[in-house]
């Protein structure tokens, strides 16, 4: 059974930093694309970042470049997203997810197999 369990967020004041962690397990970690998806109340989920199999490309959305680092650690089937300057607007429940999909659709949640439960991150002005 493919379990992804994200962890780290929380209430943090504008200009602050967290570090999400997602752990997996029941597949082949480094098969896998991994995306990190945030949806706010009554929008739609939304792309942030996606990194390689073997972590040599990353790609993140306009809005977080710059503020945020998608890693991976294959060692420990564990994806990471540090969060920097955190901005009220980066309010939302943040997604990890595995692909086995081509890098190129990286963007699309579609494309996803594997989805975590969320972990809320909530910034304050």
């Known amino acids: 059974q493919v379990q992804l369990v994200e962890s780290g967020g929380g209430l943090v004041q504008a200009g602050g930093s967290l570090r999400l962690s997602c752990a997996a397990s029941?597949?082949?970690?480094?098969?896998?694309?991994m995306g990190w998806f945030r949806q706010a109340p009554g929008k739609e989920r939304e792309f942030v970042a996606a990194?390689?199999?073997?972590?040599?490309?990353?790609d993140y959305t306009d809005s977080v470049k710059g503020r945020f680092t998608i890693s991976r650690d294959n060692a420990k089937n564990t994806v990471y997203l540090q969060m920097n300057s955190l901005k009220p607007e980066d309010t939302a429940s943040y997604y990890c997810?595995?692909?086995?999909?081509?890098?190129?659709?990286?963007?699309?949640?579609?494309?996803?197999?594997?989805w975590g439960q969320g972990t809320q991150v909530t910034v304050s002005s």
């Open positions: 990194i390689s199999r073997v972590g040599g490309s990353t």
């Open positions: 997810a595995a692909s086995a999909s081509a890098y190129s659709f990286r963007t699309r949640p579609h494309e996803y197999n594997y």
């Open positions: 029941g597949l082949t970690f480094s098969s896998y694309v």
